[in-house]
């Protein structure tokens, strides 16, 4: 594989460049989300701490198999990122990395991703993270995202994969534990990414994707933002029966989805009398809703450690 920058590219800093630049089109910061919601879920599988090298290539295979994804999202959306504010800096968008050699580093990763995890995981999780990153980039992506305004509703259920893949990784199966926190994740996604939405609506009308804030008032926006943040909590605590977990995870899922739920509300009540951005406060939710994940999983790990 050849990893080339577009032409006009020289000098001292070139191979800093290329580092990040290919580095970029993995987008970083989805990835680490997706591994919290991988190792906390291998603890519970192994009812304990699981073994040190299986961690490991459960880890490598995810971030390569995400990285996958996202590269070939980029190749896919480079015209829609490069009209949008919060993506016109990715590598494609400032053709600083050309097509092709993002498509060859995709699927290149992709490759890597399902062999890393076939052979020192095991076949389950090889073909779920090849799954996930199928759908992601044909089914959300190219089909889904530029569609309808449920895109993200739907097209988001590549995120959650990572909670199967990690069970699997330890059970070699499925059960109804991994199962609870897949659709927990599901519901969870349009919350976070329609405050995402709300707060660059304008980046995602002038690229022509009908995401919901960009079709619907954000009252209307806000309103499904409650339903789903209710349902995400309703779900976290569907775990307790499911999984046997003890009484301290479910006060612990109750404590923070009530504070997740609070922060909907406020974003229905703020939409009340205005959609503009500064009363609206969209990403005082989102980052609360990444807090939110974050810690529910950390109590995902502490179960088969607390009563």
């Given at each position: 594989?050849?990893?080339?920058?577009?032409?006009?590219?020289?000098?001292?800093?070139r191979?800093?460049?290329?580092?990040?630049?290919?580095?970029?089109?993995?987008?970083?910061?989805?990835?680490?989300?997706?591994?919290?919601?991988?190792?906390?879920?291998?603890?519970?599988?192994?009812?304990?701490?699981?073994?040190?090298?299986?961690?490991?290539?459960?880890?490598?295979?995810?971030?390569?198999?995400?990285?996958?994804?996202?590269?070939?999202?980029?190749?896919?959306?480079?015209?829609?990122?490069?009209?949008?504010?919060?993506?016109?800096?990715?590598?494609?968008?400032?053709?600083?990395?050309?097509?092709?050699?993002?498509?060859?580093?995709?699927?290149?990763?992709?490759?890597?991703?399902?062999?890393?995890?076939?052979?020192?995981?095991?076949?389950?999780?090889?073909?779920?993270?090849?799954?996930?990153?199928?759908?992601?980039?044909?089914?959300?992506?190219?089909?889904?995202?530029?569609?309808?305004?449920?895109?993200?509703?739907?097209?988001?259920?590549?995120?959650?994969?990572?909670?199967?893949?990690?069970?699997?990784?330890?059970?070699?199966?499925?059960?109804?534990?991994?199962?609870?926190?897949?659709?927990?994740?599901?519901?969870?996604?349009?919350?976070?990414?329609?405050?995402?939405?709300?707060?660059?609506?304008e980046?995602?009308?002038?690229?022509?994707?009908?995401?919901?804030?960009?079709?619907?008032?954000?009252?209307?926006?806000?309103?499904?933002?409650?339903?789903?943040?209710?349902?995400?909590?309703?779900?976290?605590?569907e775990?307790?029966?499911?999984?046997?977990?003890?009484?301290?995870?479910?006060?612990?899922?109750?404590?923070?989805?009530?504070?997740?739920?609070?922060?909907?509300?406020?974003?229905?009540?703020?939409?009340?009398?205005?959609?503009?951005l500064?009363?609206?406060?969209?990403?005082?939710?989102?980052?609360?809703?990444?807090?939110?994940?974050?810690?529910?999983f950390?109590?995902?790990a502490?179960?088969?450690?607390?009563?």
């Amino acid at each position: 594989m050849t990893l080339s920058l577009a032409a006009g590219t020289s000098g001292a800093g070139r191979l800093h460049e290329v580092v990040g630049a290919y580095v970029a089109l993995t987008k970083p910061r989805i990835i680490e989300l997706l591994l919290l919601t991988t190792l906390p879920v291998m603890f519970l599988a192994s009812d304990g701490v699981p073994p040190l090298g299986l961690v490991v290539a459960t880890l490598v295979g995810g971030t390569l198999s995400a990285g996958s994804a996202n590269a070939l999202n980029c190749v896919v959306d480079a015209d829609i990122d490069a009209r949008m504010r919060r993506t016109r800096r990715r590598p494609l968008a400032r053709d600083v990395v050309t097509r092709r050699s993002a498509l060859v580093f995709g699927l290149a990763l992709g490759v890597v991703s399902t062999a890393v995890l076939a052979v020192l995981v095991n076949w389950w999780s090889a073909l779920l993270a090849l799954a996930a990153n199928a759908f992601y980039v044909v089914g959300y992506t190219i089909w889904l995202k530029p569609r309808t305004s449920q895109n993200i509703v739907w097209g988001g259920a590549a995120g959650c994969v990572p909670t199967l893949i990690a069970w699997t990784a330890v059970r070699d199966g499925l059960a109804w534990p991994p199962v609870v926190l897949f659709v927990v994740v599901f519901f969870w996604t349009p919350p976070h990414f329609w405050a995402l939405a709300l707060r660059y609506r304008e980046d995602y009308a002038a690229a022509q994707v009908p995401m919901l804030p960009v079709v619907a008032p954000a009252r209307a926006v806000a309103r499904q933002v409650v339903g789903y943040a209710v349902l995400t909590v309703a779900t976290s605590v569907e775990l307790w029966p499911v999984a046997h977990t003890g009484f301290v995870y479910p006060v612990i899922a109750l404590v923070l989805g009530a504070a997740f739920v609070g922060e909907a509300l406020l974003l229905l009540r703020r939409s009340r009398g205005s959609d503009a951005l500064a009363v609206l406060r969209p990403m005082r939710l989102f980052h609360f809703s990444n807090l939110y994940l974050s810690l529910l999983f950390v109590a995902v790990a502490l179960v088969p450690f607390v009563p």
